[in-house]
């Protein structure tokens, strides 16, 4: 029996998991997702480290591995760290294990992730550098438009005319939706247009992985944004990648804590494995 | 009291950080008279240079912290940065400190730049220091011990007395006890890099460019003693060697990147003077033939170094990444590095051949953007760590 946390600290969020493994039996103990809100992130990550084990009345020595992902290197009680795109393709497969494809739009990037059915990376594709596909940049737009972050989705999906952002560029997007706010442009509009144009990148970044068919998931922050979701699936009727069911999962925020949980599992019986191959 | 790791490795950044070489010019003012010569990557036998009384100094660029431009009117676009920083620090009296420059065989670029600070700096003694093809002790072993008498001679000049045989001999021997120290750091970091991260053993051996040999190795022993006192977590990272930084040098911000993203690097060849001739030089008989000796036949392999035999390519490499039971490489070469990265598809193919997982990428020594960098590190670090048959 192997009991393992993951830690996935994103530029908005920290998010915190507890599992045990028994074989093949995977049991998802516990889970604690923290808002950073300017407060330190390695703070969080020891507090959600120790509520999360306060859940289950365990003790730090009772963990066999924990895991980091994100921007989680500099935590200093971890076993290990796993690279988000690693830890999202696996939570990826362990939430919705007919997953060919993993989307992770986090507040400061998006990434595809094409994968195999084991949560291993066959291709993946990152936005630039530039905000404008990031969770950071809708969190702005709907500051702007005095919109509460849980109202966008519902919200962009009573859009009747959507107005599309005329650059990709973060910094003019949002010199582009004052201007439309100025022009009457309803709310609605303006945010399923922002959804439009964010999905669009994805909808790209996913087809250069090279997938063709079957169910994409989102995770990160942005997961659980019903009109990027639906977004996405319109730009990928765009982009001609029809076969592609666009999904999300109620827990997909915490795909990476969840990747890294697993992982860390894997990574300690392998070790094990080692120590033992060594010893013979 | 014992020196903790902070006050050591602070004091290392403190002289890798300084482009005006006061520890120089500091050693300098100590005793009138005193002379200090520098010397370019990736190896002078400056054995010769310090039995001449002299202080050889390591200068391995601008790096991060300085602005080229000067530098940049004398090389095209598509030079490396190393010359065009070197060209810089002199260019603006940064290396004033010192009475002469060495420029070792790396490549054309270098071989170019020891030309153009002879018409620069008329003053300055300047040698292009050659280094054998052939390694037979009777054709290149002779050619080499001619090459060094030549530099004998010309310091020697320069100091206004002979250099001599014992000099020579105990110059040896002190530069033997500097690189057991060097090569015992580098057994300590690949048994437990957890405490002797390469980002702090990077900076204890760029201090070595700049200190006396005797103090440095002085202080590699401190380092080590005081890193084994440290506290410090163990993590699971995959280890790694590191290769194709033997000229122009990785920002420190690199090598820091690369350990962050996962990966203990437990061998590199930064500041390869240091380790380039394998094992002790005789510090008896003749000076100049065991030198010669040790660089025919017990130095290291790398990518300015001839091979003269095709089976031999990468065979020091394979042998580092066993040795130091390293479970991948990074190829880190400088952007426009010829050698570097003209070798590396043959090196590719001898890891292949023998399975050893790599991953590559180029820099420049100012390179500042780290992501993409830590992006490809973490990535391979997880690649080894869940998916390698080891």
Redesign the interface.
């Known amino acids: 029996m192997i009991t393992t946390i993951g830690i996935d600290i994103g530029s908005g969020a920290v998010k915190t998991v507890l599992f045990r493994q028994d074989g093949d039996k995977v049991e998802w103990l516990a889970k604690r997702v923290e808002r950073i809100r300017q407060r330190s992130p390695m703070e969080l990550a020891r507090w959600t480290y120790d509520e999360v084990l306060e859940e289950v009345k365990l003790r730090p020595e009772d963990i066999q591995?924990t895991a980091t992902t994100g921007e989680g290197?500099?935590v200093?009680?971890?076993?290990?760290?796993?690279?988000s795109?690693?830890t999202h393709a696996r939570g990826g497969v362990y939430l919705c294990p007919e997953a060919k494809a993993v989307v992770d739009v986090g507040a400061l990037n998006g990434r595809a992730i094409f994968i195999d059915e084991r949560g291993?990376?066959l291709a993946s594709k990152?936005t630039s550098?530039c905000a404008s596909g990031s969770g950071q940049f809708l969190e702005n737009i709907a500051r702007y438009l005095g919109v509460a972050i849980e109202e966008i989705g519902p919200l962009s999906q009573t859009s009747k005319d959507p107005e599309k952002p005329s650059s990709i560029c973060a910094v003019l997007a949002e010199t582009d939706v004052i201007n439309m706010v100025s022009r009457g442009i309803a709310t609605p509009d303006i945010l399923k247009g922002i959804h439009l144009s964010m999905a669009s990148r994805l909808a790209k970044l996913l087809k250069v992985t090279g997938i063709k068919t079957g169910t994409v998931l989102l995770t990160g922050g942005l997961a659980l944004d019903t009109g990027l979701l639906a977004a996405l699936q319109e730009e990928l009727v765009n982009e001609k990648i029809t076969g592609i069911q666009a999904v999300s999962h109620p827990d997909s925020i915490c795909a990476g804590a969840i990747g890294a949980a697993l992982?860390g599992a894997?990574?300690h019986e392998?070790?094990r494995q080692?120590e033992q191959r060594a010893a013979a | 009291m014992a020196e903790m790791v902070k006050d050591i490795v602070g004091r290392c950044e403190a002289l890798f950080e300084d482009l005006h070489f006061d520890a120089v010019k500091q050693w300098k003012a100590a005793v009138p008279g005193r002379k200090a010569i520098g010397y370019m990557p990736v190896y002078v036998p400056r054995e010769i240079v310090h039995a001449a009384g002299m202080l050889p100094v390591g200068i391995f660029g601008g790096g991060d912290q300085m602005e080229v431009i000067q530098g940049d009117a004398y090389y095209q676009s598509y030079i490396c940065r190393i010359p065009r920083s070197t060209l810089e620090l002199g260019l603006t009296g940064r290396l004033d400190c010192l009475d002469g420059m060495l420029f070792p065989s790396i490549c054309d670029v270098i071989r170019n730049l020891s030309g153009m600070w002879q018409i620069l700096f008329k003053d300055k003694y300047v040698r292009y220091v050659d280094v054998p093809q052939n390694y037979l002790d009777s054709v290149g072993g002779e050619f080499y011990i001619h090459e060094m008498q030549v530099l004998r001679d010309d310091l020697g000049k320069l100091a206004g007395k002979p250099v001599t045989d014992d000099a020579l001999r105990a110059s040896i021997a002190v530069y033997n006890e500097n690189r057991r120290a060097v090569q015992d750091l580098y057994a300590y970091r690949a048994q437990k890099p957890w405490q002797a991260p390469t980002s702090e053993v990077y900076l204890v051996i760029r201090a070595g460019m700049v200190l006396p040999p005797e103090e440095h190795t002085k202080l590699v022993r401190d380092y080590i003693a005081a890193a084994e006192l440290e506290n410090r977590p163990k993590r699971d990272n995959a280890r790694v060697v590191l290769t194709g930084s033997f000229c122009e040098q990785p920002p420190l911000g690199l090598i820091k990147s690369i350990e962050m993203s996962g990966c203990y690097v437990v061998d590199d060849d930064f500041g390869l003077v240091m380790r380039w001739l394998l094992d002790e030089v005789p510090a008896t008989g003749d000076p100049l033939l065991e030198l010669s000796k040790a660089f025919l036949h017990r130095s290291n392999q790398q990518a300015s170094k001839y091979d003269e035999k095709k089976e031999d390519k990468g065979k020091l490499l394979v042998h580092s990444v066993k040795f130091y039971g390293a479970e991948g490489v990074i190829f880190a070469a400088p952007s426009f590095c010829d050698p570097a990265l003209l070798e590396r598809p043959m090196l590719q193919d001898v890891l292949a051949k023998q399975k050893i997982p790599y991953t590559a990428f180029k820099y420049a020594e100012n390179t500042g953007q780290m992501a993409p960098i830590r992006e490809q590190a973490g990535t391979f670090a997880d690649s080894i760590k869940l998916w390698s048959a080891a």
């Open positions: 591995y290197e500099n200093t009680f971890a076993t290990g760290h796993f690279y795109m690693t291993k990376v990152m550098q992982w894997f990574r392998k070790l080692l």
